[in-house]
């Protein structure tokens, strides 16, 4: 496995592999892995001939007040986990390389961008979209795979290639959880033991939630209600937004009539968590 900050050479390797005929899948990431990324690295890998491991932690997707200086960087543990499932290159590129002087496009998503995590984290999904553009441009993988953890950003990048006609499968991956249910992130290191302990109530809610809705219930405002009583006792738990809404638009809706994605961001302490379940309920 090759590991690289530099562009050219991922994009050299990249297109040598291309020019063999050989298949490339690609995983962005941040780093700081767990068996979530490690999930989407396995998908690459039995989908493709060669898979590029992406770690950057980006600026441009952090707002001011958040975490981009505390995120965890571990770039060695990294290597060794992802050389262990078969990647064939990391690309870890420096920040000031990425956004080198003179730097000046952005690529936006409207609407889908718009409500949930956009709605509260303003110019998050900007940054997200420009990063993946430009990793995309170095890379030009044949599909790249990603979490749906983060369903938001799965239908955002799903609007761009589809927009601007890119030609790269986007490949949704299932959330990995711990074995209490919580949604591994690599966020949940900030966790106390207190705040740990109660965040898994926020799976726990979003199942419970869910059943109702398999159960029958069609109101999408009971089964957020249900969520929100779900978590009342729990002090260390603020939630952020509870959502229904169409997977693919994001647009809200009422009933559960079709498949509907509840979607939430709690925070625990000051530790913001994201997760989501699909609801498929029979018509
Ligand atoms: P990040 O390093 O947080 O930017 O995440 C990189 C990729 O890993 C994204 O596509 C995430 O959706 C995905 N990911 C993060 N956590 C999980 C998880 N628990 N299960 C599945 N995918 C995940």
């Keep these: 496995m090759i590991v690289t900050d530099s562009e050219q050479s991922a994009a050299k390797i990249c297109a040598d592999w291309r020019a063999e005929g050989l298949s490339i899948g690609f995983v962005p990431t ?26 950057f932690v980006n600026p441009s997707q952090f707002g001011p007040s958040e975490d981009l200086d505390s995120y965890p960087r571990t770039l060695e543990e990294d290597c060794n986990k992802v050389r262990e499932l078969g990647a064939s290159l990391v690309f870890a590129p420096k920040a ?64 761009m290639v589809s927009d601007l006609r890119l030609g790269i499968e986007i490949i949704a991956a299932p959330i990995v959880r711990e074995s209490d249910g919580l949604a591994l992130s690599s966020r ?16 726990t809610a979003l199942r419970n939630a869910s ?13 957020k209600n249900a969520f929100l ?10 939630v952020q937004y509870v959502e229904t809404v169409d997977p693919d638009t994001m647009i809200g809706v009422e009933t559960t009539e079709k498949r509907v994605l509840l979607a939430v961001a709690v925070f625990a302490g000051k530790t913001r968590l994201i997760d989501n379940i699909l609801i498929e309920s029979e018509v």
Excluded at 211 to 223: P, R, T
């Design 30 to 55: 941040m780093g700081a892995l767990h068996r979530g990324h490690e999930s989407l690295v396995e998908l690459a890998s039995s989908s493709s001939d060669r898979v590029v491991v992406s770690i």
């Design 229 to 238: 009583v779900a978590l009342e006792h729990s002090d260390l738990l603020r």
């Design 96 to 159: 000031d390389a990425v956004y080198s002087s003179g730097f000046s496009t952005g690529v936006s998503v409207s609407n889908v961008s718009d409500g949930l995590c956009g709605a509260f984290r303003r110019g998050h999904f900007d940054g997200v979209t420009t990063v993946c553009a430009v990793l995309f441009g170095i890379v030009r993988p044949d599909r790249a795979v990603f979490g749906m953890k983060d369903a938001q950003q799965v239908a955002v990048i799903k609007r």
């Design 211 to 223: 059943d109702l809705a398999l159960s029958g219930e069609k109101s999408c405002k009971v089964i």
């Design 188 to 203: 949940n290191q900030y966790l106390s033991f207190e705040e740990r302990q109660q965040a898994s109530t926020i799976s």
